[in-house]
């Protein structure tokens, strides 16, 4: 273990919140596949205000726990609270504090774009003038205007991530959790969700991304942790997580990169 | 090239050997070998009339050729795909002859070979040079059938996505569906007819013999005659078929993957936010309605009922019977229970928006409107127009009073089903272009199939009295008792259906992002290899459960209750049923104990399912 581990995110954030709830907080999160434990005990405490970002390498129980802490998959222990609700025992309320993009699920594949954002407005009671204005600025921010008839079945992986953030955007929750929000997102587009989460994250929200782009990791977020086989290995803000390396280097360092790895193919050696 | 390109299919093949699909390839080869059996037979048999057996057994290999161009539709794509090797520097023409090879080996094409000796025993009773001649046309006719097979294929794998497409694979299947559970009304009009005495008529000789999968009998019929321009003419023709069906396939081969065909959306303007479909209620409707007109696996599950209950209720108009026809729309009605059982896992991971937006409960009630919306229109109509074109006025009030409560019932049991029997498939994003390829949801529609009958009832039960009493108020009392029990049915069932989706959507979603055992594989490596023991039980387990439907089906239906009736009814027609080959007073019993079986390996099928959902690591406890 790092020496800044969840305890010490814990107690800093309880300082700087001054007693107040943090947007996210997991305590010993537990999930076992079978055999496999793919989180074990994880406890996290997202602060308020925070650009939260959760690195470790595939397998590492990222999405698992993302999906435990939203509500998507059910924990065999622990809790996770947004602004002090419980997930799980008031999962309604818990809800409309929060926009989420799931990696890699499906949507409602044979709508539009704009009749899908529409729909998910309705659902959530969001009332008919007010809801197509945000439909149209999404749309247009998102860049998914020329694909007005395109379903969104047909869409490319990019154009999946931005309607999907659309969706997480449209209710106008107070934390964001997204699961690879920049997988196969081209630069242009990723500039401009860049944009979109900084501003949100200056106006008071909360972000928690998950990813392994390291140099994306530290360019947005202010607060880290390091997952690897299921535990957090190290958490809390960026600065004190890499320490004098880059976030790569403490990464490969925390999380044991392998020796074959680095070697290359023999017969491509010149 | 195709030595290797063999290997590896036996290696795929013999990978994909497990569990539910060894069974059914258990029953295929069975059935196949059966039918093999059944066409040498026929090439054997002494009928009044020797000419027509030429035309029987052209008929019969032209089923034959039916079985190749379906098969594949229904059994998904081949185990190698030409696309696997697009980027191998080989020629396409060689490639084609390789891939080629490869198909040659197969149960199916074994089963075929076999069947189609049958060409050569019919050339043996004309002489030893129809024999002679007949070992080379049979095996033209097989490379004949797997080459078409083929081109049909790669070409049909060009519109599959399209809702045209869909829906033809809709009819093929409903077809299929028809053929395999009624089909033996045909056996039974040819053989009451007088064809067997007098032959078919001079057109359908000719229009039948003109069918390529008929040269090979042209072939040897003319060597018999002693024809042998002919005898030779129809196996050249058939060879330059083949020739140019390989020219096409190694065409179609090399052609880049075309670009699916993609269903547009409306633009523009936003979908409508009042009205009736205002609200998240008409939200859900009519985001289903979109999803029912576009989605591709939506268009064969709503054709697959219409055509499978017209093909039912048409099939005995070939003997002149129309005591069916009445019965299209209760047919429709039932049968689509069978085919929207499994509406959540057709939408697969999606249901993560209906969690995270916690609307549970309208999405249930929504999708119930949205299959009466769907289904309604065309069983009222086929009710109305199949009762009044059969002329049976009798059957009015039966039909009224058997609809409502089937749409109803349905809308509530599939609802149900599709949360409390959920079956995953291949996620909503992810499916592939063929509408078939999904989750085997043949248990469910079994299940759902009789427990359907169920709703229409209490109402068929008023209509039964007030003919037996002759009350007509009674009589007519059966419809709006029918549209109440629907709509008792479709409350409470989806009732349910709510409660258990707000009480553990989140294991359905697990369900559906991981229950696929392939992606399980990929997801958590290390899981399916500590948990092979359990896994393997599972699957022993399916093993059993496909093998249970496929006879407890046969021994249930026809085997059981079809020679059952006859026998009370004193019909004597002998086909494949079992119980009419002896003496009534042995029939019955053999009926009745087919039918017992039939229902105890249906429970045992029932079992199994059940107990595998309570082993499998896979499903969440």
């Known amino acids: 273990m790092e020496p800044s581990t969840t305890q010490y995110a814990a107690a800093k954030s309880a300082e700087v919140d001054g007693g107040r709830p943090a947007a996210l907080r997991l305590s010993g999160l537990h999930k076992e596949f079978g055999a496999n434990t793919a989180v074990d005990h994880v406890d996290l405490v997202v602060p308020r205000g925070s650009f939260f970002g959760l690195v470790g390498p595939n397998g590492a129980g990222k999405t698992t726990s993302l ?11 622990g809790t996770s609270q947004v602004f002090g609700v419980d997930v799980w025992s008031d999962p309604v ?8 993009l799931p990696d890699g699920l499906s949507m409602p594949e044979r709508l539009t774009g704009r009749e899908l954002l529409t729909y998910l407005g309705q659902l959530r009671g969001i009332e008919a003038g007010v809801l197509a204005g945000r439909v149209q600025e999404l749309l247009d921010v998102m860049e998914l205007r020329s694909a007005e008839r395109t379903l969104v079945v047909d869409y490319s992986t990019g154009m999946r991530k931005k309607i999907g953030l659309a969706t997480a955007l449209l209710h106008g929750p107070r934390l964001l959790v997204l699961d690879e929000p920049f997988e196969a997102v081209d630069p242009v587009s990723a500039a401009a969700l860049k944009a979109i989460l900084i501003g949100f994250v200056a106006s008071g929200g909360s972000v928690v991304l998950s990813s392994h782009v390291m140099p994306l990791v530290e360019q947005l977020c202010d607060t880290v942790a390091v997952m690897a086989a299921g535990k957090v290995v190290a958490a809390g803000p960026l600065a004190e997580v890499r320490g004098d390396t880059s976030l790569e280097q403490t990464f490969v360092r925390l999380v044991g990169g392998d020796e074959h790895t680095r070697k290359g193919l023999s017969w491509l050696a010149s | 090239m195709a030595g290797v390109l063999i290997r590896m299919k036996l290696s795929v093949i013999k990978n994909a050997m497990t569990g539910g699909r060894a069974a059914w390839m258990l029953v295929g080869a069975v059935f196949g070998l059966l039918f093999a059996a059944a066409t040498i037979w026929l090439s054997l048999v002494d009928l009044p009339n020797q000419s027509v057996l030429g035309d029987l057994l052209a008929g019969v290999f032209g089923m034959w050729t039916l079985g190749w161009l379906i098969g594949p539709l229904w059994g998904g794509s081949a185990v190698l795909r030409a696309d696997h090797f697009t980027l191998l520097p080989v020629p396409r023409r060689r490639l084609a002859v390789g891939l080629l090879g490869a198909a040659f080996v197969g149960i199916t094409t074994a089963v075929t070979a076999l069947g189609f000796l049958a060409l050569i025993t019919y050339g043996a009773r004309q002489g030893l ?30 519109v599959a996505a399209s809702r045209a497409g869909a829906a033809i694979t809709g009819v093929l299947f409903a077809a299929m569906l ?10 039974v009009a040819v053989m009451y007819s007088d064809i067997l005495e007098t032959g078919f008529s001079h057109t359908t000789t000719v229009t039948l013999r003109s069918i390529p999968s008929s040269w090979g009998v042209v072939a040897v019929d003319a060597a018999g005659r002693g024809d042998w321009l002919l005898a030779i003419a129809a196996p050249a023709g058939l ?13 179609e081969l090399g052609n880049p993957r075309r670009g699916r065909v993609t269903i547009r959306g409306s633009a523009g303007r936003a979908p409508a936010g009042g009205g009736l479909l205002g609200g998240p209620g008409g939200a859900i409707v009519s985001k289903e309605l979109r999803t029912w007109w576009r989605d591709p696996l939506r268009t064969t599950t709503a054709v697959v009922p219409i055509v499978w209950a017209l093909g039912t209720v048409l099939l005995p108009l070939t003997f002149d019977a129309r005591l069916l026809l009445p019965w ?11 085919s929207a059982c499994n509406l959540y896992s057709q939408d697969g991971t999606a249901l993560w928006q209906t969690l995270t937006t916690g609307t549970q409960r309208v999405d249930v009630r929504g999708r119930q409107w949205a299959y009466l919306l769907v289904f309604t229109p065309p069983a009222v109509v086929a009710s109305i127009a199949f009762v009044w074109w059969s002329g049976l006025t009798w059957t009015w009030p039966w039909v009224a009073a058997a609809v409502p409560a089937l749409l109803g019932g349905g809308a509530g049991l599939i609802a149900y089903s599709s949360v409390f029997g959920m079956v995953p498939g291949p996620d909503a994003h992810k499916r592939p272009s063929n509408p078939l390829e999904r989750a085997d949801t043949t248990g469910q529609s079994n299940v759902l199939f009789w427990v359907g009958l169920l709703p229409p009832a209490p109402a068929l039960a008023l209509v039964y009295l007030g003919t037996r009493t002759d009350q007509p108020w009674l009589t007519w009392a059966g419809a709006p008792v029918s549209v109440l029990t629907g709509v008792a049915v479709a409350w409470v069932l989806g009732g349910l259906a709510i409660r258990k989706l707000s009480a553990d959507g989140p294991d359905l979603l697990h369900t559906m992002r991981t229950g696929r055992p392939t992606v399980a594989r990929n997801a958590v490596g290390t899981t399916v290899a500590r948990n092979a023991g359990g896994t393997d039980v599972a699957k022993k387990g399916s093993a059993v459960e496909g093998l249970s439907w496929g006879l407890g089906s046969i021994l249930l239906i026809p085997q059981g209750v079809i020679p059952l009736v006859f026998i009370l009814a004193d019909i004597n027609v002998k086909s494949w049923f079992l119980a009419m080959y002896v003496r009534p ?17 249906y429970g045992r099928a029932i079992m199994t399912k059940v107990d595998n959902r309570a082993k499998s690591p896979l499903h969440p406890s």
């Open chain 1, 67 to 77: 999906s435990m802490a939203v509500g998507l998959l059910r924990p065999d222990e």
């Open chain 2, 178 to 187: 028809v053929l395999t559970q009624s089909g033996w009304m045909i056996v």
């Open chain 2, 585 to 601: 007073l042995y029939g019955v019993p053999i009926a009745v104990v087919s039918i017992l079986a039939g229902v105890a390996l």
């Open chain 1, 93 to 100: 309320a818990a809800k409309t504090l929060m926009g989420v």
């Open chain 2, 328 to 338: 299209a729309g209760p047919a429709l009605a039932l049968f689509a229970i069978t």
């Open chain 2, 239 to 251: 060879a330059v078929l083949c020739l140019l069906l390989l020219l096409v396939w190694s065409v």
């Open chain 2, 129 to 158: 040079g129809p024999a002679l001649l007949a070992v080379p046309v049979a095996a033209l006719q097989l490379v004949f059938v797997v080459l078409l097979s083929r081109v049909v294929y790669a070409l049909f794998g060009v």
